[in-house]
Nanobody
């Protein structure tokens, strides 16, 4: 059984910072590209940032220069450092991972709420 567990969401004022974490657990053979996605009520889920096993990162234009994704392969964990947060960053943030377990497929976490408001 493979599981992704997110943590670190919450309420923050505009201009503030939050750090999200996602830990993978279970019978994992290979942990490949991982990333963060977000979704607002009534909106589509969109990519925020992804990171390959070797550390190559990709960001949505809307978060470049403000968010940083990082990865610890030994701990099977990724983080998303979010700085200079804006109200439009408010969303449920989901962790996604491309994992070889019994077979290979994408796994999703349960999501964590990030609210940016004064």
């Amino acid at each position: 059984q493979v599981e992704l567990v997110e943590s670190g969401g919450g309420l923050v004022q505009p201009g503030g910072s939050l750090k999200l974490s996602c830990a993978a657990s279970g019978r994992i053979v290979s942990l490949n590209t991982m990333g963060w996605y977000r979704q607002t009520p009534g909106g589509q889920r969109e990519m925020v940032a992804t990171i390959t096993r070797s550390g190559g990162a990709n960001y949505a234009d809307s978060v470049k220069g403000r968010f940083t994704i990082s990865r610890d392969n030994a701990e099977k964990t990724i983080h998303l450092q979010m700085n200079s947060l804006k109200p439009e960053d408010t969303a449920v943030y989901y962790c996604k991972a491309d994992i070889w377990a019994v077979g290979r497929k994408d796994y999703w976490g349960q999501g964590t709420q990030v609210t940016v408001s004064s």
